[in-house]
Each structure stands twice: as C-alpha cells, then as structure tokens.
T-cell receptor, first 113, second 116 residues
Framework: DGGITQSPKYLFRKEGQNVTLSCEQNLNHDAMYWYRQDPGQGLRLIYYSQIVNDFQKGDIAEGYSVSREKKESFPLTVTSAQKNPTAFYLC????????????FGPGTRLTVL | AQSVTQLGSHVSVSEGALVLLRCNYSSSVPPYLFWYVQYPNQGLQLLLKYTTGATLVKGINGFEAEFKKSETSFHLTKPSAHMSDAAEYFCAVSLHGSSNTGKLIFGQGTTLQVKP
C-alpha cells in the first residue's frame, strides 16, 4: 500500500536532548513537508523540500533541522534550541505543484519532560 | 500576503442537521483552495479542493464547497450531519509563485461536534 509513515507515534524527550522524527513515503512524491500542530493554531510549516538534497525554511524553522538525502525520506530533528517543542508533528508529501494534494502521515506526538 | 480565516473554532449541530463551516481567504490572485478533515490523533485527509472550473466542488463523505470569488469564501457544507462527521476541519490555500509551489497556508481549524 502506498502512503506516508511516521515513527514513532509517541515520543518523550528530556529537556536539552535532540530528537529525530522519521518520515517515509512510497508515493514517489517530489515534495515533502513538516508541520507543527498546536491546539487552536492550525498547522504551521517548519521545513519543506521540493527535490532531493534541497530544502527551505518554513514559518517556524528555528530550533529544527532536516535533511533530504533520499526522495522517500525527510527526517526532522528537534534540537535543544527549540524552546517549546511539545506538540503534534505532521509530515506530508505531494507532487509539488500548487494544485497538488498534500498527503499526510499519522503524526508524531512529542512531549518534553 | 495570503491568509485563511475560519469563522468559529467550534461548531455544534444535531445529527441530521445541515453542516456549515466557514472559510474566508485573502489573496491577490485567484487561489487554489482545500478542505481537510482530521480525526483525533490522526493525520489530515483531503475532503475536496478547488483549482479551476466549476465553482461548486463535491468531495468525499457527502461534503461540498462553493468557491465565491466576490465574497472571497470557500464554505464547506453537508446537508445532513452524521455522528461520524465529528472531527476537526481545516481550510487551506495554496501559494502561487515558483518559490512557493506546493506550500499551503492553513486556517486555525474548526471543531465540529455532532449531537445525537
């Protein structure tokens, strides 16, 4: 089955630790995206990538980093520089056109203890 | 700058009643518009989208939306609510321009409650 997988579903981190969230897609999509979701604030774009080995900052990139070494993978690292990392993180992919649908993974809920 | 406003963070309807979720956008060019649904602790699923052509768009699960350029609106409707429609709904606009290709701007979301 084609789709997007995110792992883990739940993640707990101690303050000061970096953590990496996984996102994999087998839809052969060129573009991939990372969003952060907080209650009442909708989805905010962290980073996006339209092709392999290239990515751009979104609206709230500070404290996050990404890589795009393979077309199917777009991992997100939440660094210790992110002041308030507790949130629900969603990964998406699309064919990269303005009219193309973004397909979302099931999300990872990160809690900082 | 493009933006999306969803009027009403919470909407409550009775089962069988009309569902109306409001979305207004601001854009300097005709936008591409999307409605997504999110069930608790899950990702988002596309309900419908407007790109070009017919302004009344039909989606999954009996939902439809009408693009009204004069009102800069893209309201989501369903004639008869079902208990399974209880979820959070997001309106989004796609940005134009080569540097923004594929990027979405989301509204704040509307939680739909369906009462028996």
């Amino acid at each position: 089955d084609g789709g997007i997988t995110q792992s883990p579903k739940y993640l707990f981190r101690k303050e000061g630790q970096n953590v990496t969230l996984s996102c994999e897609q087998n839809l052969n999509h060129d573009a991939m995206y990372w969003y952060r979701q907080d209650p009442g604030q909708g989805l905010r774009l962290i980073y996006y990538s339209q092709i392999v080995n290239d990515f751009q900052k979104g609206d709230i990139a500070e404290g996050y980093s990404v890589s795009r070494e393979k077309k199917e993978s777009f991992p997100l690292t939440v660094t210790s520089a992110q002041k308030n990392p507790t949130a629900f993180y969603l990964c998406a992919s699309s064919l990269a056109g303005s009219t193309d649908t973004q397909y979302f993974g099931p999300g990872t809920r990160l809690t900082v203890l | 700058a493009q933006s999306v406003t969803q009027l009403g963070s919470h909407v409550s309807v009775s089962e069988g009643a009309l569902v109306l979720l409001r979305c207004n956008y601001s854009s300097s060019v005709p936008p591409y518009l999307f409605w997504y649904v999110q069930y608790p602790n899950q990702g988002l699923q596309l309900l419908l989208k407007y790109t070009t052509g017919a302004t009344l768009v039909k989606g999954i699960n009996g939902f439809e939306a009408e693009f009204k350029k004069s009102e800069t609106s893209f309201h989501l409707t369903k004639p008869s609510a079902h208990m399974s429609d209880a979820a959070e709904y997001f309106c989004a606009v796609s940005l134009h321009g080569s540097s923004n290709t594929g990027k979405l701007i989301f509204g704040q979301g509307t939680t739909l409650q369906v009462k028996p």
